[in-house]
Each structure stands twice: as structure tokens, then as C-alpha cells.
């Protein structure tokens, strides 16, 4: 974009000496007209000018001011609409930038990169290629020959593999004629692909990617054109990378979740399923009172964890009350210094406490105890008593929710087991 603005600039001060030079011309030949007449010894020299009426000279005064106001009220024109334009143009990056710098997930990442790009450019059909294991992969394509494009390239391959083999971008008005275009990769509509346009996705580490762009709608691409795709593309680079490391974050949490409950269920086998089973119930009473979705997100996870501070008690100690009673904040220990876990924690910390302020460990009350908490206390009761695989002995879903309510509003949230108890059928055991 700075390139852009400086082509900005350097067009109105190409126009800006116009204007200049129109004013010195009208002023200059006033001078002419009047020493003419005012003076003798300029008269001498310019004797060449005739000899006219007064009102003649007013007459030439007159026109010439017109023609100079006419003159700069179109060059203003032009330098208005050129900024006007210029202003439209960048607030349109502005926004796409801020949309994908919000944008966390790379399939949808991509997918705006290609439509804001065949907007900018009023192109007729593109394509997002990545680098993947030395090959570029498509990735995303807008075009009539999309399903005919191959999974992947070679490197160096078309006009896509040069510019990704060179770090470069290229802009061609005649592709036919250009010996880097191969009309298997770098056509996407149909033997009518007139123009391209093909911009690097860079990283400090090197090209990751390109977008190209053909058949721009009207004409064909101009260096402005290049600079905003250029410049997209480097936002895009930018927001690939964060999309494939909270991809990746994402998928380290599912996989470590899944090794712990793994370790739970072996180091404690009175509880195999238990978690599970607790973040089952718990999403029921989540979906009952229309919790958004990240808390329900939040929620799940801190469910399938809620005892995994059981992982650093002995087996023969977990159901010593002694020993049992520290799990949550053994738990919320373990858990919080793992940055994607960190927002779960205080519920871990917390699923023990009771609503009348008796439980365990900070003996908080009421609201002041974790929604997520008091969820996962009414889901975590619930499976105790009527789960076969406990260390309990199961009673049976009608005496379990009259337990349920007995203690409502005494060691549960009333409102909470209220709206379980109205969602909860036998069926869910299963």
C-alpha cells in the first residue's frame, strides 16, 4: 500500500504543477498585454503583440480567467476522484485485513482471501495454492475447470510454480504468449484466459502459498491492482499462520484430553466412563438454558477433566474422604499453567462447592460459585448414583432426581436442577 499512496501522491503533484503552469501562463500574458500599452520600453520589446482595443484586452483577460478556472475545476475533479477512489480502495483492505486478523479458522481464512481478492480486482476466477511438502496444493478456486484441476503441482509448475519457486509476483496481459502459463494449472475458466495475476504468500521463512487471480472483468491488471493483492496477500500470510497454530493448539488439547482420560480411567477403574458420562449431563443442562456457545465449549472440557486431580492420588486413597477432598485443587493445580486449559480451571477448583456455602475448598455460595461448577455438581451427583461402573452402589432415575431435589437449593443450584430435571428422560443412561 505504500507504494500505492506514494503513486497517489506523485499523480497529484504531476497535476498540481499543471494547474501551476496554467496560472503562470494566464499571468504572464496579462503582464505581456499590460506592459504593452502601460510602458514604452516594454512596448519596444514587445512590439511584436498589435496594437488592439481596451476592450479587446478585457475580452482576452476574461476568456483566459475562464479557461483557467475551467481548467483547474477539472484537474481538481481529478485529483478529488482520485482520492476518493484511493480512500474507497483502502478502506476496503482495512476491513478485509480486520476480518481476517478475527478469522481463526484456515478453511474459512482462505475461502475470504479468495472472494476479497476477485472482488479488489474484478477478476473472473482464482485459485489459493499452499505449500505443502515441497508441491503446491489448491487449496480454494473460483472457476468453470475447477473440478478438472489436479490435487496438486510440481514445483516450478505454471505461472503458480514460478512465482512460488522465485518469491516474485507476476502480471501478464497476454498469458498465451507468456512461456510460464500451462494451460492444465493456470486456467480455470476456458481457452479464452486472457490476463493473470499471481502474488507470493510471504513469511520470513519463505513462500507458503500464492494467490492468482485471471481475467480481470474489464481491462487488464494494473500495478495498482498488484499492490492491493500484494498487500492482502501479506495479511493473509500473517493469518494463516496464527489460523494453523490455533488449528494445531486445538488438536494438542483434544489429543492430551483424550491421554488423560485414558490415564483416569486406568489409574481409577471405579470411575471408567465417569467424565464422559458428566460432560453428557452437563451439556443437557448447557442446551437447557441456552448457554453460548464458547461456555459450552469451556463447560465440556472442564467436565471431562473435573477429576483429574485424582492422576497425582494414590488408587487405594481416592475414595478416603481425607484424601478425596483435595482432587479439585490438586486438578486446578495441574491445569492451570496449560494456556488452553487455563479458563477451565477455577470450574475444576470449584465443582466440590455447594450452594448454601458448605462445600469444598473455597466454601463459596451461591452465584459466586462458577456456572460451569454448579453444572458439573448436579451432572457429577447424578452419575455417582445411577452409573453401574461407581464406587457406590446405583440407585435407580426416579430416586436419583429425587435426591436431585431434595438438595436443591441447599447443596445444588435450585434453578439448574429445575432445568435438568425437566430435560433428563431415561433414555440419556444409555
Same mark, same amino acid.
Given at each position: 500500500?505504500?507504494?500505492?499512496?506514494?503513486?497517489?501522491?506523485?499523480?497529484?503533484?504531476?497535476?498540481?504543477?499543471?494547474?501551476?503552469?496554467?496560472?503562470?501562463? =494566464?499571468?504572464?500574458? #496579462?503582464?505581456? =498585454?499590460? /506592459?504593452?500599452?502601460?510602458?514604452?520600453?516594454?512596448?519596444?520589446?514587445?512590439?511584436?503583440?498589435?496594437?488592439?482595443?481596451?476592450?479587446?484586452?478585457? #475580452?482576452?483577460?476574461?476568456?483566459?480567467?475562464?479557461?483557467? !478556472?475551467?481548467?483547474?475545476?477539472?484537474?481538481?475533479?481529478?485529483?478529488?476522484?482520485?482520492?476518493?477512489?484511493?480512500?474507497?480502495?483502502?478502506?476496503?483492505?482495512?476491513?478485509?485485513?480486520?476480518?481476517?486478523?478475527?478469522?481463526?479458522?484456515?478453511?474459512?481464512?482462505?475461502?475470504?482471501?479468495?472472494?476479497?481478492?476477485?472482488?479488489?480486482?474484478?477478476?473472473?476466477?482464482?485459485?489459493?495454492?499452499?505449500?505443502?511438502?515441497?508441491?503446491?496444493?489448491?487449496?480454494?478456486?473460483?472457476?468453470?475447470?475447477?473440478?478438472?484441476?489436479?490435487?496438486?503441482?510440481?514445483?516450478?509448475?505454471?505461472?503458480?510454480?514460478?512465482?512460488?519457486?522465485?518469491?516474485?509476483?507476476?502480471?501478464?496481459?497476454?498469458?498465451?504468449?507468456?512461456?510460464?502459463?500451462?494451460?492444465?494449472?493456470?486456467?480455470?475458466?476456458?481457452?479464452?484466459?486472457?490476463?493473470?495475476?499471481?502474488?507470493?504468500?510471504?513469511?520470513?521463512?519463505?513462500?507458503?502459498?500464492?494467490?492468482?487471480?485471471?481475467?480481470?472483468?474489464?481491462?487488464?491488471?494494473?500495478?495498482?491492482?498488484?499492490?492491493?493483492?500484494?498487500?492482502?496477500?501479506?495479511?493473509?500470510?500473517?493469518?494463516?499462520?496464527?489460523?494453523?497454530? /490455533?488449528?494445531?493448539?486445538?488438536?494438542?488439547?483434544?489429543?492430551?484430553?483424550?491421554?488423560?482420560?485414558?490415564?483416569?480411567?486406568?489409574?481409577?477403574?471405579?470411575? @471408567? &466412563?465417569?467424565?464422559?458420562? =458428566?460432560?453428557?449431563?452437563?451439556?443437557?443442562?448447557?442446551?437447557?438454558?441456552?448457554?453460548?456457545?464458547?461456555?459450552?465449549?469451556?463447560?465440556? /472440557?472442564?467436565?471431562?477433566?473435573?477429576?483429574?486431580? !485424582?492422576?497425582? @492420588?494414590?488408587?487405594?486413597?481416592?475414595?478416603?474422604?481425607?484424601? !478425596?477432598?483435595?482432587?479439585?485443587?490438586? &486438578?486446578?493445580?495441574?491445569?492451570?499453567?496449560?494456556?488452553?486449559?487455563?479458563?477451565?480451571?477455577?470450574?475444576? *477448583?470449584?465443582?466440590?462447592?455447594?450452594?448454601?456455602?458448605?462445600?469444598?475448598?473455597?466454601?463459596?455460595?451461591?452465584?459466586?460459585?462458577?456456572?460451569?461448577?454448579?453444572?458439573?455438581?448436579?451432572?457429577?451427583?447424578?452419575?455417582?448414583?445411577?452409573?453401574?461402573? +461407581?464406587?457406590?452402589?446405583?440407585?435407580?432415575?426416579?430416586?436419583?432426581?429425587?435426591? *436431585?431435589?431434595?438438595?436443591?437449593?441447599?447443596?445444588?443450584?435450585?434453578?439448574?436442577?429445575?432445568?435438568?430435571?425437566?430435560?433428563?428422560?431415561?433414555?440419556?443412561? +444409555?
Amino acid at each position: 500500500m505504500k507504494e500505492e499512496a506514494g503513486g497517489l501522491i506523485a499523480e497529484i503533484k504531476q497535476k498540481i504543477r499543471l494547474l501551476n503552469g496554467i496560472a503562470a501562463f =494566464v499571468v504572464v500574458t #496579462l503582464l505581456a =498585454v499590460i /506592459f504593452r500599452y502601460l510602458f514604452k520600453p516594454a512596448s519596444e520589446v514587445l512590439h511584436f503583440l498589435p496594437d488592439i482595443s481596451i476592450t479587446l484586452i478585457l #475580452l482576452i483577460i476574461v476568456i483566459l480567467v475562464f479557461i483557467g !478556472f475551467y481548467l483547474w475545476a477539472v484537474v481538481s475533479k481529478k485529483v478529488i476522484r482520485s482520492i476518493e477512489d484511493y480512500k474507497n480502495r483502502l478502506d476496503h483492505i482495512l476491513a478485509v485485513t480486520r476480518d481476517l486478523r478475527e478469522e481463526i479458522y484456515g478453511d474459512i481464512l482462505l475461502e475470504k482471501v479468495m472472494d476479497s481478492s476477485l472482488a479488489l480486482t474484478q477478476s473472473d476466477s482464482g485459485a489459493i495454492l499452499l505449500v505443502e511438502d515441497g508441491a503446491l496444493s489448491f487449496k480454494t478456486a473460483k472457476g468453470a475447470r475447477v473440478e478438472s484441476l489436479p490435487r496438486t503441482i510440481p514445483p516450478g509448475k505454471g505461472v503458480a510454480g514460478w512465482v512460488a519457486g522465485n518469491a516474485k509476483p507476476v502480471r501478464s496481459g497476454d498469458v498465451q504468449g507468456d512461456a510460464r502459463f500451462d494451460p492444465e494449472i493456470d486456467m480455470l475458466i476456458d481457452s479464452n484466459t486472457r490476463s493473470v495475476l499471481c502474488v507470493p504468500l510471504l513469511m520470513k521463512t519463505g513462500v507458503i502459498g500464492v494467490v492468482e487471480l485471471f481475467n480481470k472483468k474489464e481491462g487488464f491488471y494494473t500495478e495498482k491492482d498488484e499492490e492491493m493483492i500484494a498487500y492482502l496477500a501479506d495479511q493473509a500470510a500473517i493469518s494463516l499462520v496464527r489460523a494453523k497454530f /490455533f488449528e494445531d493448539q486445538k488438536n494438542y488439547e483434544i489429543h492430551l484430553t483424550d491421554i488423560l482420560l485414558e490415564a483416569m480411567d486406568f489409574h481409577v477403574p471405579e470411575k @471408567i &466412563g465417569h467424565s464422559k458420562r =458428566v460432560a453428557k449431563y452437563s451439556n443437557i443442562i448447557a442446551r437447557a438454558i441456552n448457554m453460548p456457545e464458547e461456555e459450552k465449549k469451556r463447560l465440556y /472440557f472442564a467436565s471431562l477433566l473435573h477429576d483429574v486431580g !485424582f492422576l497425582k @492420588i494414590k488408587s487405594e486413597h481416592c475414595f478416603l474422604k481425607e484424601y !478425596f477432598v483435595k482432587h479439585p485443587v490438586i &486438578g486446578y493445580e495441574m491445569i492451570k499453567p496449560i494456556s488452553f486449559y487455563a479458563d477451565i480451571a477455577p470450574i475444576i *477448583l470449584h465443582h466440590h462447592e455447594r450452594y448454601d456455602g458448605t462445600g469444598y475448598p473455597g466454601r463459596l455460595m451461591g452465584d459466586d460459585i462458577p456456572i460451569g461448577a454448579r453444572i458439573i455438581a448436579i451432572a457429577d451427583a447424578f452419575d455417582a448414583m445411577v452409573s453401574t461402573v +461407581s464406587y457406590k452402589a446405583p440407585t435407580s432415575f426416579e430416586s436419583a432426581l429425587d435426591e *436431585l431435589k431434595r438438595n436443591a437449593g441447599s447443596q445444588f443450584d435450585f434453578w439448574l436442577v429445575e432445568q435438568f430435571l425437566e430435560t433428563i428422560s431415561p433414555e440419556h443412561l +444409555s
